[in-house]
Protein backbone atom coordinates (compact mmCIF):
# COMPACT_ATOMS: atom_id res chain seq x y z
CA UNK A 1 0.00 0.00 0.00
CA UNK A 2 1.47 3.57 -1.07
CA UNK A 3 1.48 5.53 2.45
CA UNK A 4 1.28 9.70 1.41
CA UNK A 5 1.53 11.49 4.30
CA UNK A 6 1.54 14.39 2.93
CA UNK A 7 -2.51 13.81 2.48
CA UNK A 8 -3.27 12.93 5.75
CA UNK A 9 -5.58 15.16 7.25
CA UNK A 10 -7.34 12.95 10.10
CA UNK A 11 -5.46 9.69 11.68
CA UNK A 12 -7.29 7.74 14.96
CA UNK A 13 -4.70 6.39 16.99
CA UNK A 14 -5.80 3.37 18.76
CA UNK A 15 -3.90 1.74 21.88
CA UNK A 16 -3.24 -1.90 21.91
CA UNK A 17 -3.72 -1.72 25.23
CA UNK A 18 -7.48 -0.71 25.37
CA UNK A 19 -10.18 -2.70 24.57
CA UNK A 20 -11.80 -2.18 21.44
CA UNK A 21 -14.82 -4.47 20.43
CA UNK A 22 -15.24 -5.26 16.69
CA UNK A 23 -17.98 -3.41 15.79
CA UNK A 24 -16.00 -0.64 16.88
CA UNK A 25 -12.84 -1.18 15.21
CA UNK A 26 -15.05 -1.73 11.88
CA UNK A 27 -16.71 1.69 12.13
CA UNK A 28 -13.32 3.44 12.96
CA UNK A 29 -11.82 1.47 10.22
CA UNK A 30 -14.58 2.54 7.95
CA UNK A 31 -15.06 6.02 8.61
CA UNK A 32 -13.37 7.39 6.30
CA UNK A 33 -10.33 8.54 7.86
CA UNK A 34 -6.59 8.63 6.28
CA UNK A 35 -5.06 6.17 8.69
CA UNK A 36 -5.16 4.46 11.88
CA UNK A 37 -2.11 4.86 14.30
CA UNK A 38 -1.27 2.04 16.94
CA UNK A 39 0.48 3.05 19.54
CA UNK A 40 0.51 3.97 23.69
CA UNK A 41 2.47 4.91 26.19
CA UNK A 42 2.12 2.27 28.59
CA UNK A 43 1.32 -1.69 28.27
CA UNK A 44 2.36 -1.96 24.43
CA UNK A 45 3.21 -5.06 24.36
CA UNK A 46 4.38 -7.80 21.15
CA UNK A 47 1.45 -9.92 21.78
CA UNK A 48 -1.30 -6.60 22.29
CA UNK A 49 0.40 -5.09 18.95
CA UNK A 50 0.17 -8.29 16.67
CA UNK A 51 -3.40 -8.63 17.72
CA UNK A 52 -4.38 -5.23 16.69
CA UNK A 53 -2.45 -5.27 13.79
CA UNK A 54 -4.32 -8.27 12.69
CA UNK A 55 -7.20 -6.98 13.53
CA UNK A 56 -7.01 -3.85 11.33
CA UNK A 57 -5.64 -5.23 8.37
CA UNK A 58 -9.45 -6.54 7.41
CA UNK A 59 -9.90 -3.45 6.19
CA UNK A 60 -8.54 -1.48 3.46
CA UNK A 61 -6.77 1.53 5.10
CA UNK A 62 -2.99 2.17 6.29
CA UNK A 63 -2.04 0.82 9.65
CA UNK A 64 1.00 2.40 11.21
CA UNK A 65 3.23 1.82 13.89
CA UNK A 66 4.31 4.51 16.47
CA UNK A 67 6.91 2.86 17.93
CA UNK A 68 7.45 3.53 21.93
CA UNK A 69 8.72 0.18 22.98
CA UNK A 70 11.66 -2.06 21.46
CA UNK A 71 10.03 -5.44 23.02
CA UNK A 72 6.73 -4.48 20.54
CA UNK A 73 8.27 -4.01 17.52
CA UNK A 74 5.90 -5.93 14.94
CA UNK A 75 6.22 -6.82 11.45
CA UNK A 76 4.01 -5.62 8.79
CA UNK A 77 2.98 -2.34 9.40
CA UNK A 78 2.70 -0.41 6.60
CA UNK A 79 5.06 2.03 8.13
CA UNK A 80 6.77 2.79 11.19
CA UNK A 81 6.66 6.25 13.25
CA UNK A 82 9.96 7.18 14.91
CA UNK A 83 9.23 9.70 17.82
CA UNK A 84 12.45 11.74 18.72
CA UNK A 85 11.10 13.48 21.93
CA UNK A 86 12.90 16.58 21.29
CA UNK A 87 11.98 18.26 25.02
CA UNK A 88 12.92 15.01 27.17
CA UNK A 89 14.61 15.40 29.41
CA UNK A 90 15.99 11.70 29.27
CA UNK A 91 18.49 11.26 26.46
CA UNK A 92 17.17 7.91 26.12
CA UNK A 93 13.86 9.31 24.68
CA UNK A 94 16.26 11.12 21.39
CA UNK A 95 18.40 8.77 20.60
CA UNK A 96 19.13 6.06 23.27
CA UNK A 97 16.25 3.80 22.68
CA UNK A 98 16.30 4.31 19.06
CA UNK A 99 20.12 3.00 18.68
CA UNK A 100 19.50 0.15 20.86
CA UNK A 101 16.73 -1.04 18.21
CA UNK A 102 19.46 -0.07 15.08
CA UNK A 103 21.77 -2.43 16.82
CA UNK A 104 19.16 -4.89 17.22
CA UNK A 105 16.94 -4.67 14.21
CA UNK A 106 19.35 -2.47 11.75
CA UNK A 107 20.37 -4.96 9.25
CA UNK A 108 17.23 -5.89 8.46
CA UNK A 109 15.62 -2.97 8.67
CA UNK A 110 13.31 -1.51 5.72
CA UNK A 111 14.53 2.02 5.63
CA UNK A 112 11.40 3.49 3.38
CA UNK A 113 9.11 2.52 5.61
CA UNK A 114 10.42 4.47 8.53
CA UNK A 115 9.46 7.46 9.74
CA UNK A 116 11.02 9.91 12.45
CA UNK A 117 8.87 12.16 14.07
CA UNK A 118 10.09 15.73 15.42
CA UNK A 119 8.37 15.43 19.40
CA UNK A 120 7.18 17.60 21.99
CA UNK A 121 5.73 16.64 24.39
CA UNK A 122 3.29 20.19 25.85
CA UNK A 123 0.76 18.25 28.78
CA UNK A 124 2.77 17.72 31.48
CA UNK A 125 0.60 15.98 33.09
CA UNK A 126 0.04 13.13 30.28
CA UNK A 127 1.73 9.46 30.29
CA UNK A 128 4.56 10.27 27.70
CA UNK A 129 5.64 13.48 29.52
CA UNK A 130 6.22 11.57 33.32
CA UNK A 131 7.96 8.57 30.76
CA UNK A 132 10.27 10.58 29.00
CA UNK A 133 10.56 13.67 31.38
CA UNK A 134 9.83 16.02 29.05
CA UNK A 135 10.47 19.89 29.82
CA UNK A 136 6.59 21.16 29.13
CA UNK A 137 6.87 24.94 30.23
CA UNK A 138 8.01 26.06 26.80
CA UNK A 139 5.92 29.30 24.65
CA UNK A 140 6.01 29.27 21.02
CA UNK A 141 9.35 30.58 20.57
CA UNK A 142 10.46 27.66 22.20
CA UNK A 143 8.25 25.43 20.32
CA UNK A 144 8.76 26.83 16.99
CA UNK A 145 12.62 27.02 16.97
CA UNK A 146 12.03 22.89 18.51
CA UNK A 147 9.88 22.96 14.82
CA UNK A 148 13.15 24.67 12.73
CA UNK A 149 15.87 22.42 14.64
CA UNK A 150 13.32 19.08 13.68
CA UNK A 151 13.06 20.41 10.11
CA UNK A 152 15.70 22.10 8.96
CA UNK A 153 18.63 20.38 10.74
CA UNK A 154 17.30 16.90 11.16
CA UNK A 155 14.88 17.27 8.06
CA UNK A 156 12.60 14.85 10.13
CA UNK A 157 8.77 14.20 7.63
CA UNK A 158 6.96 14.78 10.79
CA UNK A 159 6.79 17.62 13.77
CA UNK A 160 4.48 16.25 16.23
CA UNK A 161 2.52 18.80 18.77
CA UNK A 162 1.66 16.47 22.02
CA UNK A 163 -0.90 17.41 24.08
CA UNK A 164 -2.16 14.05 24.81
CA UNK A 165 -4.98 14.10 26.83
CA UNK A 166 -5.85 18.04 26.99
CA UNK A 167 -7.18 19.86 24.17
CA UNK A 168 -4.14 22.53 23.18
CA UNK A 169 -3.39 26.24 22.46
CA UNK A 170 -4.05 26.38 18.64
CA UNK A 171 -2.71 29.77 18.61
CA UNK A 172 0.52 28.08 19.42
CA UNK A 173 0.33 25.59 16.46
CA UNK A 174 -1.11 27.56 14.11
CA UNK A 175 1.87 29.59 14.39
CA UNK A 176 4.40 26.90 14.75
CA UNK A 177 2.41 25.69 11.36
CA UNK A 178 3.96 28.55 9.91
CA UNK A 179 7.03 28.04 10.08
CA UNK A 180 7.02 24.37 8.56
CA UNK A 181 7.81 25.00 4.79
CA UNK A 182 8.49 21.13 4.17
CA UNK A 183 7.58 18.87 7.30
CA UNK A 184 4.21 17.24 7.78
CA UNK A 185 2.50 19.25 11.68
CA UNK A 186 0.84 16.74 13.54
CA UNK A 187 -1.38 18.25 16.50
CA UNK A 188 -2.89 14.78 18.96
CA UNK A 189 -4.67 15.96 22.33
CA UNK A 190 -7.88 16.47 23.55
CA UNK A 191 -10.25 16.11 20.36
CA UNK A 192 -13.44 14.82 21.63
CA UNK A 193 -15.68 15.73 19.06
CA UNK A 194 -16.81 17.51 15.79
CA UNK A 195 -15.92 21.46 17.36
CA UNK A 196 -12.32 20.59 18.42
CA UNK A 197 -11.77 18.61 15.52
CA UNK A 198 -12.49 21.58 12.84
CA UNK A 199 -10.22 24.33 15.33
CA UNK A 200 -7.29 21.57 15.21
CA UNK A 201 -7.32 21.15 11.72
CA UNK A 202 -7.18 24.26 10.89
CA UNK A 203 -4.26 24.72 12.99
CA UNK A 204 -2.73 21.36 11.81
CA UNK A 205 -2.00 19.92 8.69
CA UNK A 206 -2.77 16.01 10.04
CA UNK A 207 -5.11 15.97 13.66
CA UNK A 208 -4.32 12.86 15.75
CA UNK A 209 -7.58 11.27 17.77
CA UNK A 210 -7.01 9.72 20.40
CA UNK A 211 -8.66 8.35 23.76
CA UNK A 212 -12.20 9.67 22.74
CA UNK A 213 -12.23 6.68 20.47
CA UNK A 214 -12.90 4.46 24.02
CA UNK A 215 -14.98 7.20 26.02
CA UNK A 216 -17.07 7.94 23.41
CA UNK A 217 -17.59 6.29 19.98
CA UNK A 218 -19.92 8.68 18.07
CA UNK A 219 -18.04 11.75 19.14
CA UNK A 220 -14.93 10.11 17.89
CA UNK A 221 -16.40 9.23 13.99
CA UNK A 222 -17.91 12.66 14.35
CA UNK A 223 -14.59 14.29 13.88
CA UNK A 224 -14.24 12.37 10.69
CA UNK A 225 -16.63 13.84 9.37
CA UNK A 226 -16.10 17.24 10.63
CA UNK A 227 -12.81 17.68 9.17
CA UNK A 228 -13.90 16.08 5.74
CA UNK A 229 -16.85 18.84 5.58
CA UNK A 230 -14.50 21.20 6.31
CA UNK A 231 -12.07 20.34 3.58
CA UNK A 232 -14.93 20.22 1.04
CA UNK A 233 -15.85 24.26 2.92
CA UNK A 234 -12.57 25.04 2.41
CA UNK A 235 -11.88 23.96 -1.46
CA UNK A 236 -10.27 20.71 -0.38
CA UNK A 237 -7.27 22.94 1.10
C1 LIG B 1 -2.03 10.80 21.81
O1 LIG B 1 -1.88 12.61 20.27
C2 LIG B 1 -2.65 11.52 20.66
O2 LIG B 1 -0.75 10.35 21.46
C3 LIG B 1 -4.09 11.84 20.85
O3 LIG B 1 -4.38 12.44 22.09
O4 LIG B 1 -5.71 10.72 23.30
O5 LIG B 1 -5.90 13.17 23.89
O6 LIG B 1 -6.85 12.29 21.74
P1 LIG B 1 -5.79 12.13 22.80
Not at 21 to 26: F, G, K, P
Not at 37 to 46: D, E, L, N, P, R
Amino acid sequence: MRIEISRWKHVFKLDPDKELADEALERICESGTDAVIVGGSTGVTFDNTVDLLARIRRYELPCVLEVSDLEAIVPGFDLYLIPIVLNASDPDWIVGKHMEAIREYGPMMHWEQVAAEGYVILNGASAAARLTGARTELDVRDVTAYARLSERMFHFPIFYVEYSGVFGDMELVRRVAAVLERSRLFYGGGIDGAERAIEAARAAHTIVVGNIVYEDLERALATVRAVREAESADGGA
